[in-house]
């Protein structure tokens, strides 16, 4: 099973938050996920962005790929894949 690290928008009309998830690669974006990871909002000023890091570290050492704004999340919360490892 492919597990991909991504976000599930929730929220009001034009006032999303997203959950980080751990996510089935095959299932779709608001679908069934594995485990929350974390919470993003975008639209505070500055963005707000909680991860629990062991939770994601766990997932990339696991082999789950983050997408595109995981991936820049994760980078600013100081997770990479390299110190998962």
Do not use: C, H
């Not at 034009?14 to 069934?32: E, F, H, I, M, W």
């Not at 766990?58 to 990479?80: C, E, F, H, M, Y």
Request: proline share 6%.
């Amino acid at each position: 099973m492919a597990v991909k690290l991504r976000l599930m928008r929730m929220g009001k009309t034009k006032q999303p938050t997203y959950r980080l998830v751990a996510a089935d690669a095959r299932s779709p974006r608001n679908g069934r996920f594995i485990e929350i990871i974390g919470t993003y909002e975008p639209r505070s000023e500055p963005s707000k962005f909680k991860i629990d890091e062991a939770k994601a570290t766990k997932w990339l050492d696991n082999g789950a790929q983050p997408t595109d704004r995981v991936a820049k999340l994760l980078k600013l919360a100081g997770i990479s894949k390299q110190s998962a490892k």
